[in-house]
């Protein structure tokens, strides 16, 4: 039963994820690994039944408590984005939000650590993650502005929500020799997806374009 409802049918089924696939191989994701995490992770299962039709749409969809679900591009991107440059051991998400990204990020890194500051919504992602079998992910409901000081520091930190600018404890948490930082940053309307890479004190900036995510707020829900 799990496993028919992993698979999907009609607009859920491998046939429409394939064209979703073939989306973001047009809109330029070369990277293999990610795009078979895109076709094999059930986007559907992480939105309300009433949009699963719409799961494998390349757009973002709500979730409830005025979040989304990430468009697919960006998450592709995204992982991308983290994944160039060498292997990944110990990763922090900030937003954990319904789990998507989470989910397509597992596999391709040894540990991650996600925190989350709407707790209903860490719920139903740990239940998620948790029927989908991915183990080596932790979660926590938590102000993810400050980081996880308990695990850092990270090869990487992906946020999947934007600051105006970026938070001075995230960049604290990078591993001195070559931790990156994938993050959105700016007002609404406005943002650029930026990858920050620490070299011991220096931080070299660039940039990935323009994005539109919800707010990164303080503290917790
Ligand atoms: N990663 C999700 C996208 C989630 S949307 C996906 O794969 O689709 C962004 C999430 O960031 C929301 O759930 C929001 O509640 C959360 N968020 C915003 N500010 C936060 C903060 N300071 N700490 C932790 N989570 C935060």
């Not at 992993?6 to 191989?25: F, Q, Y």
Request: aromatic content about 4%; some cysteine.
């Amino acid at each position: 039963m799990a496993d028919a409802r992993h698979a999907g049918i009609g607009m859920t089924s491998a046939r429409t994820r394939e064209r979703l696939v073939l989306r973001l191989r047009e809109q330029g994701i070369k990277d293999e690994r990610v795009l078979d995490r895109v076709r094999n992770v059930p986007r559907h299962l992480f939105v309300d039944e009433a949009l699963s039709s719409r799961a494998y749409e390349d757009t973002a969809l709500p979730i409830g408590f005025g979040q989304t679900i990430s468009q697919p591009y960006v998450v592709a991107r995204m992982t991308e984005a983290l994944l160039e440059g060498g292997e990944l051991f110990n990763v922090l998400e900030v937003g954990t939000g319904c789990g998507y990204q989470t989910a397509v990020l597992s596999p391709l890194v040894a540990r991650i650590s996600s925190v989350e500051r709407i707790k209903p919504l860490i719920d139903r992602a740990r239940d998620r993650l948790k029927e989908l079998g991915i183990k080596n992910v932790r979660l926590r409901y938590a102000d993810g502005t400050v980081g996880w000081k308990t695990h850092a520091p990270y090869d990487a930190i992906v946020v999947t929500a934007a600051p105006l600018v970026v938070p001075q404890g995230l960049l604290a948490q990078l591993a001195p020799k070559g931790g990156r930082l994938i993050i959105p940053v700016g007002p609404d309307g406005a943002q650029e997806l930026l990858r920050i890479t620490r070299r011991d004190e220096h931080f070299l900036r660039e940039k990935l374009g323009g994005v539109s995510f919800v707010p990164l707020v303080g503290g917790t829900a």
